[in-house]
């Protein structure tokens, strides 16, 4: 069929199998190196995953170890207190401080085993963590409502600030007998009371917190198209919740001592009635007793708070510091 077909189309089909020819071996070459480079990539993006997970790791591990170091140290700091204070108390040290009619550790805690078998001090704890919920939730609400509403508004601050800086400074021992006039039951004004130490640290922390709130980030969002409750929800609050935080935590101290000072005077019930009781009756180790009490109630409470403000302040990432 080709005789008919002049010598440069019969040479067609032969350069066309030359083509295919030459072609096939770079056709190879090229996929063999895409394929290497596919494996290459692969193995690169294992190597990251691989080279990541263990950096995570060591982070962990170091996290671990950092925090298992650290109440390590807290525990060895308590453990040598308590020796120096058994040390003291059992020579009856007298140099600057008397330690004469201090009780030893080993005495507290003997009284301690005593009395955690009666009903009587749990009791006691209950109505002290009772009054201390209502009065510290109550004052932490109206505390921030009221920050807010003096930190965002002039006026506010023009006619609310002043009371609040006379009445501030006056403590909480020297509001009993008036707590004790205005209000019908001893229970409502030792609540009153610890409110109150509980209200103006988180008032004054919140006050801060928000007039330190950049206007370019409020000005942001309005230009956004956010409205005045919007820039107020998540803008101001956010940047203003680590010194609000601050003031939460702080209250929490101060109601634990106004609460004490309200149930030492008009109290009949409460961990502060039985520590001033034990004082009127010369019980040594029951006042230690009370204070223990008083402290590791204290720093467990303030330790929730922390914990529950810290959800809060995800947006604040990693900061340098001792952590708590």
């Given amino acids: 069929m080709t005789r008919g077909l002049a010598p440069a189309q019969r040479d067609v089909p032969r350069q066309l199998a030359a083509d295919t020819i030459a072609a096939t071996p770079a056709s190879a070459e090229q996929l063999n190196e895409s394929s290497a480079e596919r494996k290459a990539h692969t193995a690169a993006v294992i190597t990251s995953a691989t080279e990541a997970s263990t950096v995570r790791r060591r982070v962990a591990n170091n996290r671990r170890g950092s925090f298992m170091s650290s109440y ?15 040390v003291l108390s059992a020579h009856g040290v007298h140099f600057i401080l008397n ?18 078998q009666t009903h009587a001090f749990y009791v006691d704890l209950g109505v ?7 009065a510290y939730a109550s004052a932490s609400l109206v505390g921030v409502t009221v920050g807010v509403v003096i930190g965002r508004f002039r006026l506010a601050n023009d006619l609310i600030a002043p009371h609040l800086e006379i009445v501030r400074p006056i403590p909480a021992v020297a509001w009993v007998p008036l707590a004790i006039i205005m209000l019908p039951t001893q229970e409502s004004s030792i609540v009153f009371i610890t409110a109150l130490g509980t209200f103006f640290p988180v008032v004054t922390n919140t006050v801060i917190g928000v007039g330190q709130t950049p206007k370019a980030l ?7 198209g956010a409205s005045d409750t919007a820039a107020l929800w998540h803008v101001v609050l956010p940047s203003a919740m680590p010194a609000i935080s601050a003031g939460l935590i702080t209250g929490m101290g101060i109601a634990w001592f106004s609460l004490l000072a309200g149930e030492m005077i008009s109290g009949q019930y409460g961990i502060g009635y039985y520590t001033w009781n034990a004082y009127s009756l010369v019980q040594y180790p029951q006042i230690v007793v009370g204070m223990i009490c008083i402290g590791a109630l204290g720093t467990i409470s303030t330790h929730a708070v922390r914990l529950a403000t810290r959800h809060f302040l ?5 900061k340098v510091g001792a952590s708590s």
């Fill in 72 to 86: 390590v140290r807290r525990g060895l700091s308590v453990a040598m207190g308590l020796i120096l204070w058994q």
């Fill in 99 to 116: 330690f004469q009619n201090i009780p030893t550790p080993l005495a507290v805690w003997t009284v301690l085993e005593r009395i955690a």
């Fill in 128 to 134: 002290s963590l009772r009054r201390i919920g209502i």
């Fill in 218 to 224: 409020v000005q942001a969002a309005r230009s956004l």
């Fill in 314 to 318: 995800r947006w604040q990432g990693d």
